[in-house]
């Protein structure tokens, strides 16, 4: 019997990129994912890599920015002793200008300090000035009316000059000289042995004058006031004439008196 010869195995030629030559068998899918794997681990950047790289980087922008400065003018370009003497410098004229302020603020508490005395200086001598005037023991001038009172009969009564007086304070007279008598709040108002009217205990002779300092058109109308001193003095056989003017003197002074029971009250020193 003769020998039946023995088959071939069969083989698969693939042929090759390029080349056209045969290979050998193609690999199985396990070796060809480990084949992946280690090309793809060739290929990462190692953990070095990475930060040479990020240093590569700044490395570049720094150099950009020193080669944009090199036509600039500073202080990058000082040397570090004259960096100092500049900041020494600077901290002596802060300093300085510190003091300057200072010196400033000092001065401005000082003037207002004279400012504080001087306005306080100010209202004392207002407050003494509007007291003097109260008290008649200065003379004063402004506008107001002059009354010129003529009674021959004497027929005018102490009533009749306490009604004077009381219309024109109520008129607003700030003083009031009858005759040469000033009238003052302590004023008063009476009578002699022969019947005449007086003043403080002085005697008014007629023809006088009473002088009033205030709105001249306010104290006029008080004189003409229906049934008031004017009207009652004419009944009475007497003349007045009320005359306005822009600028009064009232010369006559008061002699004030020392009080002998009242005394002002000490100021309280609050909590």
Known sequence: MAEQP???????????????????????????????????????????????????????????????????????????????????????????????????EDDKEQLQGQEGDEAAARAAQERLNSYSILAGTVPVEGPGISVYVNDPAGMMTQTMLLDAIQELRDAGAEAIQIGNQRVVASSYVGMDEDGAVTLDGTTLVPPYRIIAIGDSHTLAGAMAIPGGFSDSLRGAGGAVQVVESESLVVDALHEAAEPRYAQPVPPTTEP
């Open 6 to 104: 023995r088959e071939q195995p069969r083989r698969t030629w693939r042929p090759s990129l390029g080349t056209g030559r045969p290979q050998g068998p193609q690999p199985t899918t396990a070796q060809a994912r480990r084949r992946l794997r280690a090309l793809v681990g060739q290929l990462r950047p190692a953990r070095g890599q990475l930060i040479a790289a990020a240093l590569l980087a700044l490395l570049g922008v720094a150099l950009v920015a020193q080669v944009r400065s090199t036509d600039e003018v500073g202080l990058t370009q000082l040397r570090q002793s004259e960096l100092v003497a500049l900041l020494d410098d600077a901290s002596a004229r802060v300093d300085a200008l510190q003091d300057e302020v200072r010196q400033l």
